[in-house]
């Protein structure tokens, strides 16, 4: 077995240990056994809890960095299959991410020492994205682009929130259909008629 799927497979198992048990409840013995090796590998690998906790949560950070490159290529694209692309992106990632949603949700913000996680722009670049298009006379002049930015994201983030966290369905829509949908009913209200 080599070093990367070792680390890998730790990763995993913290992710899923602190999304069930909180930083304070996650033991680094309960993690070496979900990731099937002892706990003198995990800290091989990462030197303490703090460390393996910050690991875990700087995973996301990347998954949120990717989501954000993708959104930031969208300019070119008409509002309707831009914000379609970008709340799948979104929706895609947060269900990838599943664990450090739920531990957001245990521990929001916050883990040892004061630690945060990582910020994330998607809003205010859906934002912008709803800025240009009102530059460009497609969308609403009157409606707050912050707020309009603000209610995509959360309407993305609550679906895999009410599916997959909080209500977990056995039959929920497809990705493509919630998205499609939500982006037609967020855009009716914002197109200029």
Known sequence: MTSVSTRERILEAASTE???RGFAGATTRGIATRAGVNEVTLFR???NKQELFAAVLG???????L?????????????????FQAGLQQLVGLEQNLPWLRLQIIEPGTGPTGMKVPGFR??????GYIREWQRRGVLRADLDPDIA??????????????????FPSDSPPTR????RQFVDIFLTGMENH
């Open 122 to 127: 998607y809003r205010s670049t859906i934002a």
């Open 18 to 20: 602190f999304a069930e």
């Open 45 to 47: 690998h990462f030197g």
């Open 59 to 65: 995973r996301g950070a990347q998954a949120r960095a």
């Open 176 to 179: 493509e259909a919630f998205v």
């Open 67 to 83: 989501i954000q490159k993708t959104v930031e290529a969208l300019y070119e694209l008409p509002p309707r299959e831009a914000l």
């Open 149 to 166: 930015g603000e209610s995509f994201a959360v309407g993305i983030f609550g679906f895999v929130l009410a599916n997959k966290v909080v």
